[in-house]
């Protein structure tokens, strides 16, 4: 099997990392990379323990304290690290992450604040010191010694960067950072210096000029480190802020109107690197809008809320407004959607006000937002399904069109109950975080009830991770109420794969609700990864180099009170962005075309996610209702191993010193990984272990197991 598409870009966020270094750097990232990488943060437990390495494209370590990551990775995590980036990894340092990539440090050398900070590091991707502080004035966890520095940029060095080209000259945002010193020394060593400073620094520079970013050559790989941050965007910088700094506000001014050549000296970085930035590095991350609460029979919304009322969940706000006070988010109730002035629906919402007024409102609605301050405004259409010009992206007629066709279909013993209830924004956070960060609003939510979107702005997947997921995804979380008398017959664990089957059965039963082309969707090559993965054939491959890439996942969160078990699936699924790795649109488009060599045949209804969403729920419920009758018996087993991509892949597991494993299959009663160890000439020793997942966010393909049971 062909090695997975480098598709992770981890920020840093461990021990010493400061959190607005994190914020600026993941959000920047974002904007210049999205949709063509899922761009992370990582602990250091995971750079230590977990497979991070074969689907990292990019490793970043941000500002904060290198002393803090010594202490943290000296040793192990170093190495790994190290030969991460050798063997063909990217290595990004900003400012603090810039020196401890460096051969030494050298900081305020016999200085008199006891901030002195020399030695050797052991990365050493730039073979020689970084020396600072460039400029003084520095202090620790505030913007006393923050600037705008102006850098020159080494046009040379970089590739072009679009339309806009290169700057000559940018001013960027520098405190506490560091010069490479006689970095032209070392051209020899794969050393290129990207930008200088053009003002005269605090220490001493070596030969050549006051080196601000340098390029460096490590093995197949490569790593650039920074003096300055010029992944801070000036949007993201508040004039008003209390800050220690005598004139903060001219320092954000300078920055933003250099802002334009600092997002073209970042993609030129970037693209060196070998990554592929975003065409659109521009735009805004759309604000959040209006949800929409509907169900089949409008009547239903109505009594839902009415429900919600009598259940002491809806209170006053100080305006009059009925609002559900969640344990994470806040709720505003916009009762009779029919009867509402539908020219502000749409609207998009407007950001947390603040006591430092419009100004910095303003600036935040652009930049860096905390969504959870921000109240979520829920339309309940208790009169009609809502109006195609209130939701533009998503057709509410269409969807419980589909859902009653597929229903009809579906065996008899279901109670068609999932989708039935269905709540969509255009732009949400996540619909898994509406749903069980409130626990206390999901307790009052019927079975079956879904939340979908068109754009999250923090969808979340395995290990905590956050992204914004972009337009041409199908995103959607259903709540189900497992009943605890089914622990051990219909363990709750299994949900996830009942989750995953029914991705596969809705897709490829597609077209089965009278759309037509339903064989052509029968054939797509789609494949589970266990545990909880959905993968793809890549359609750009080669016949013989074929190789699976992920097209979705699955998240299921679960907690127990009052007899059951609620669980909260969510699911996200490439539905036409081909960005990061594939889509369904391309994967049906390359079928057509294979399969139409030899006769012209109209290709097939596209995928919308009305009905493939409905097809989804529809399958899940039915596959849901049976499990709970049967449990994971040998039908499911039967089926679940058709669509796997584990048959007799051999792994090597961590826990047990290096031992090499062939996978047999998972067992029925937890859904546990099964394998028997391998011995010489990889023949079976009889030697069995049960293993459950490490729960990484990384790829298990690497052939890494975390645990034995």
Aim: net charge negative.
């Amino acid at each position: 099997m062909a090695p997975t598409k480098r598709v992770n870009v981890l920020v840093y966020a461990g021990p010493s990392a400061t959190l607005s270094s994190v914020r600026h750097a993941t959000w920047s990232l974002r904007r210049l990379l999205g949709p063509n990488y899922a761009v992370l943060t990582v602990t250091s437990d995971q750079i230590l323990k977990e497979p991070w390495t074969s689907s990292c494209a990019l490793l970043v370590f941000p500002g904060g304290a290198d002393l803090g990551y010594c202490r943290t990775l000296n040793g192990e995590g170093n190495r790994r690290i190290k030969q991460y980036v050798q063997l063909g990894g990217r290595y990004l340092g900003l400012c603090a992450g810039g020196y401890y990539g460096c051969g030494r440090c050298e900081f305020e050398v016999g200085g008199e604040r006891g901030m002195e900070v020399v030695g050797d590091r052991e990365l050493g991707f730039f073979p020689g010191t970084c020396r600072g502080l460039a400029f003084g004035g520095f202090v620790y966890h505030s913007e006393a010694g923050a600037k705008a520095a102006e850098v020159q940029v080494n046009k040379d060095a970089l590739p072009a960067a679009g339309d806009t080209g290169l700057p000559e000259t940018f001013r960027t945002y520098y405190n506490g950072g560091g010069v490479f010193v006689d970095a032209a020394k070392f051209a020899g060593k794969g050393v290129e210096v990207l930008a200088s400073y053009t003002e005269n620094v605090a220490v001493e520079t070596g030969e050549g000029s006051a080196a601000a970013v340098v390029y460096c050559k490590v093995g197949e790989g490569a790593a650039i480190l920074t003096g300055p941050h010029p992944e801070f965007s000036a949007v993201n910088l508040i004039p008003s802020e209390p800050s220690g700094h005598h004139d903060y506000a001219s320092v954000v001014s300078a920055l933003l109107a250099d802002d334009a050549s600092r997002i073209a000296f970042m993609k030129a970085c970037l693209t060196k690197l070998g990554l592929q930035v975003s065409t659109d590095t521009n735009g805004a991350v759309p604000s959040l809008s209006r949800m929409h609460l509907s169900a089949a029979q409008p009547t239903e919304v109505g009594e839902l809320v009415q429900a919600w009322h009598e259940a002491g969940i809806v209170t006053k706000g100080e305006d009059g407004q009925d609002m559900i006070k969640g344990e994470n988010d806040t709720f505003v109730l916009e009762e009779g959607g029919g009867r509402l002035d539908m020219s502000e629906v749409g609207d998009p919402l407007p950001v947390a006000t603040s006591a430092d007024g419009p100004e910095k409102q303003e600036l935040e609605a652009d930049g860096i937002v905390d969504y959870n301050t921000i109240p979520k405004h829920l339309i309940a259409h208790d009169t009609a399904l809502p109006d195609a010009k209130a939701t533009p992206h998503f057709n509410h007629h269409a969807f419980f069109s589909a859902l009653h066709n597929y229903a009809a279909k579906a065996p008899h013993d279901s109670d068609h109950t999932f989708g039935k209830t269905l709540l969509y924004g255009e732009v949400v956070t996540s619909t898994n975080t509406l749903l069980d960060k409130n626990p206390t609003l999901l307790s009052h939510l019927p079975t079956g009830f879904t939340v979908t979107a068109t754009t999250q702005l923090a969808g979340r997947g395995r290990g905590g991770n956050v992204w914004v997921s972009p337009p041409g995804s199908l995103m959607f979380s259903t709540v189900l109420r497992h009943p605890l008398a089914l622990s051990t017959t219909a363990p709750v664990v299994f949900v996830q794969y009942l989750a995953a089957l029914a991705i596969v059965a809705g897709i490829q039963g597609y077209g089965a609700d009278g759309r037509g082309g339903g064989k052509a969707y029968a054939q797509l090559p789609i494949r589970l990864k266990w545990p909880n993965d959905i993968y793809a054939l890549d359609p750009t491959t080669a016949k013989g180099e074929e190789k699976y890439v992920k097209i979705g996942g699955i998240l299921v969160n679960s907690s127990y009170a009052g007899g059951d078990y609620t669980c909260v699936a969510g699911i996200g699924l490439n539905l036409s962005n081909a960005a990061p790795t594939t889509s369904l649109a391309a994967l049906l488009q390359a079928a057509h075309t294979a399969g139409n060599k030899s006769n012209n045949t109209s290709p097939p209804p596209p995928f919308t996610p009305e009905a493939l969403l409905a097809s989804i729920l529809t399958h899940f419920e039915a596959l849901y209702t049976r499990f709970c009758r049967t449990g994971f018996d040998a039908y499911f087993e039967s089926l679940y191993y058709s669509h796997w991509l584990h048959t007799d892949q051999i792994v090597t597991l961590e826990a047990e010193g290096g031992a090499r494993a062939r996978i047999k299959g998972i067992t029925r009663d937890w859904g546990l990984l099964v394998a028997e160890e391998l011995g010489w000439e990889d023949r079976p020793t009889g030697k069995r272990w049960r293993l459950q997942s490490d729960s990484n966010s990384f790829d298990f393909f690497r052939g890494l197991v975390g645990r034995k049971l």
